[in-house]
């Protein structure tokens, strides 16, 4: 994979607001109901917000980011752009974004994902999330339920931890 050129320029970053257009236009090519680029503008000034890209030779190819509230961390978004999914990107983002999440206090991580939602469930898994409950009827455009998953910070991978941005 080392001589995949996109992987070799890939790099994790904070999100800044010059990353915000190109995000609210991967949001909107991918969700029904988008975030604006003005509710990503917001969280710049939150400091319970973690909102990390993927920036691909000047392209912002990827986001995720989690709200930290008391001892609970959620995350709120993930995302990839069409034509760079399953380049390990998904993967990266979270192993910045977790331990940086579990270092500044969460005890433990949840989301919501569409039952339907094969590729993101099985990448919740493979970072150790399990169902926790599902709250039905929970999404629209289409209506579906949701899984709830959880990630407890003791599943968390420590050598994770030297990559805290
Ligand atoms: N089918 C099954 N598993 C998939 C998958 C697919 N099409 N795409 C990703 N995965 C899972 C696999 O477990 C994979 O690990 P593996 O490569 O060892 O099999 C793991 O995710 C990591 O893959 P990666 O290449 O890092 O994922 P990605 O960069 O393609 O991003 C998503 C994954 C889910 C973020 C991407 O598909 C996406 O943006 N989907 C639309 C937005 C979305 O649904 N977000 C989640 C909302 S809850």
Redo the contacts with the bound molecule.
Sequence with gaps: MMNDPDRRKMQITRMKMEHIPQIAAIEAE??SEPWSEKGFADTLTMDHVLFYVAVTSGQVT?YCGIYLAADEGELTN???ATG?????????LLDTALPQAFAKGAGRIY????RS????I??Y??YGFSVAGIRKGFYQFPQEDALVMMKESADNDTKDKEKLL
């Design positions: 991918t969700f990827g993930i995302a990839v760079f999914r399953r380049r390990n990107i998904a993967c990266q989301l919501e994902v569409r939602n094969a590729p993101a099985s990448l898994e493979k």
